[in-house]
C-alpha cells in the first residue's frame, strides 16, 4: 500500500514558497507593481504600449496601473480572446489619481478592442473594492466569463464579480461575497462549476454554493445551481478535496479550520450539481505539539478519500489539549449506508509526519503512546500495571542509543519488543502497521 498523500501539503506549501521566491527573482510580471519606484522602470511590451496609449486616450493622463496581487494573471494588461471574433481583447486595471468626491477608491477596468492592430478603448467599468486579488476567465457555457475578485478594507470575505463581453458590451452576470471559492467541473459536462462559501450572517452560518449553468438548460449566464447549509462551525474552509464516485456523483470534503487548534471536515455530496450533505459532523480533530493539522486525503491511496478524527490516546483523556497524545482516526464517506462516515483505521501521526503507525485492532483500547524526553522516539505501552513497551520507533540520523534498535527505513529505527506478550507484533506485522511517508 502507498500512503504518501497525507503531507502533500507540507510539500504543497514548500513547493509554494519555492514558487514564490523564484516569482521574486525572476520578475513574473512585465510591468510589475512592485518596481514602479525604480529608478529604471521595465518597459511596456509593444502591445502593451499601444494599449496603454489608447486607454490614455480615453481616460485622459491622471490614472496609474493596477495590479492584481494574485492569480494567473498579475499584469495591469490582460490581454484575452473574450468573445467570438478570433482577436484578443484586452483588459487593463487602473486608479484614478484623484479620489472621487464620495471618496471611492476609483479603482476601473477598461476593455480595449483591436482593429488591424490598433486599440481603441469600448468601454470602462469601476471595479468594486479596493484591491484587485486575482483575475480569472471562467468557461460556464462555452462563452467566456471574466471573474474579478476584489477585496475592501476590514472586510474578511472577498467578492466575485463575474462580467461578461460581446460587441463592445460588458455585462455583469453575478456577484457575490465568498470566503472560499474553487473551479472544477463538477458534473463532468465539460463546462467549469464555481463552488464557494459565504456567511450568511443574518442566519449565523455559511452556505456553500454551486455556481455554473445547468446542462439541461440553454441559460446564457451561470447562476447558483444549487445551495447547502454548513456546520455552523464551518468559518474557515482551508482546503477541498474531491472523490468522484461516478459520471454524476462526487464526494466532496471540506477541511475547516475553527480556531484554538481545532478543526474539522465537511462531507458534502455533488449529485449534477446539486449538494446533499453527508453526515460527518463527528470529524473533529485537534493538532498539538504532538499531532500536526491534518487533512482529508486517500491515506492508502485505495482511490477513495478518508478524513481524519482525533481522540486521546488512553490515559490522556483528561489532561490538557497541549498535554493529549492523540490517535488519529480516518473515516470514509459510506454512500452505501445512509450518507454517514464508518472508520477504516486508527493511527498514530508521528509530531513531522514522518510515519503513520496504524494502531492493530488488538491493541486498540488497552495500548498508550509515551513520548521520550530529549528525543524523537515514542513508545507504544500496554496501559495496564504491567506498563509492558511493546514497540518504539524513533526518527533519527543516527543509531539511537541502547539495546534491541534495528533500521526500519532511511530515518525510521524500530525497538520492538522479544517479550512472548501475544501483543507484541510479529516482524510482518510492523512491517504492515508502519508506513513511512
Ligand atoms: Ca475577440
Ligand atoms: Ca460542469
Ligand atoms: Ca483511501
Known amino acids: 500500500m502507498k500512503k504518501r498523500h497525507l503531507f502533500k501539503i507540507k510539500y504543497g506549501i514548500r513547493a509554494l514558497l519555492l514558487l514564490a521566491a523564484a516569482c521574486f527573482l525572476s520578475g513574473c ?11 529604471h522602470p521595465p518597459k511596456l511590451t509593444e502591445t502593451q504600449t499601444a494599449v496603454y496609449d489608447a486607454l490614455k486616450l480615453s481616460t485622459g493622463d491622471q490614472i496609474e496601473l493596477v495590479y492584481p496581487s494574485g492569480g494567473e494573471y498579475r499584469s495591469a494588461f490582460v490581454l484575452y480572446n473574450l468573445d467570438e471574433e478570433k482577436t484578443e481583447e484586452a483588459i487593463v486595471f487602473y486608479r484614478e489619481k484623484k479620489l472621487s468626491e464620495n471618496g471611492e477608491s476609483g479603482l476601473r477596468m477598461n476593455f480595449l478592442d483591436q482593429d488591424n492592430g490598433v486599440w481603441t478603448s469600448v468601454t470602462d467599468r469601476p471595479v468594486a473594492g479596493t484591491k484587485i486579488e486575482s483575475v480569472s476567465f471562467y468557461n460556464f457555457n462555452g462563452y467566456v466569463s471574466i471573474g474579478v475578485i476584489c477585496s475592501a478594507l476590514a472586510q474578511t470575505e472577498r467578492s466575485l464579480s463575474l462580467l461578461g463581453y460581446s460587441e463592445g458590451q460588458v455585462e455583469e452576470q453575478f456577484k457575490t461575497s465568498f470566503s472560499f471559492m474553487e473551479t472544477d467541473d463538477l458534473d463532468n459536462d465539460g463546462f467549469d462549476e464555481l463552488f464557494y462559501v459565504s456567511y450568511d450572517a443574518v442566519m449565523g452560518y455559511s452556505h456553500a ?83 500536526p493539522i491534518l487533512f482529508s486525503t486517500d491515506i492508502d491511496g485505495d482511490g477513495r478519500m478518508e478524513a481524519p478524527a482525533t481522540t486521546a490516546f488512553i490515559g490522556y483523556e483528561n489532561r490538557t489539549v497541549p498535554e493529549q497524545i492523540y490517535a488519529v482516526e480516518w473515516y470514509y464517506a459510506d454512500t452505501e449506508n445512509n450518507n454517514t462516515v464508518t472508520k477504516k483505521y486508527t493511527t498514530y501521526v508521528n509530531t513531522w509526519g514522518e510515519y503513520i503507525f496504524y494502531v492493530p485492532v488488538r491493541w486498540q483500547g488497552l495500548v498508550t503512546v509515551e513520548k521520550h524526553p530529549n528525543s524523537n522516539a515514542v513508545s507504544f505501552v500496554k496501559y495496564d500495571s504491567g506498563s509492558l513497551v511493546l514497540l518504539s520507533v524513533c526518527v533519527s540520523d543516527d543509531l539511537p542509543e541502547g539495546p534491541g534498535w534495528k533500521k526500519f527505513d532511511d530515518n525510521i529505527y524500530v525497538n520492538n519488543s522479544d517479550s512472548s506478550d501475544p501483543m507484541v507484533l510479529t516482524d510482518d506485522e510492523l512491517k504492515n502497521c508502519l508506513s513511512v511517508q
Open 29 to 39: 510580471s512585465v510591468f510589475d507593481g512592485s518596481l514602479e519606484n525604480l529608478l
Open 209 to 291: 454554493r454551486v455556481l455554473g449553468t445547468a446542462a439541461d438548460e440553454n441559460m446564457s449566464v451561470p447562476e447558483v445551481l444549487s445551495t447547502v447549509p454548513l456546520y455552523p462551525d464551518v468559518s474557515s474552509v482551508q482546503r477541498l478535496s474531491r472523490q468522484k464516485l461516478n459520471e454524476n456523483e462526487s464526494l466532496l470534503f471540506l477541511d475547516y479550520a475553527k480556531g484554538d487548534n481545532a478543526y474539522g471536515t465537511q462531507i458534502l455530496l455533488s449529485y449534477k450539481n446539486n449538494l446533499t450533505q453527508v453526515f460527518s459532523d463527528n470529524l473533529n480533530r485537534r493538532s498539538n505539539a504532538f499531532t
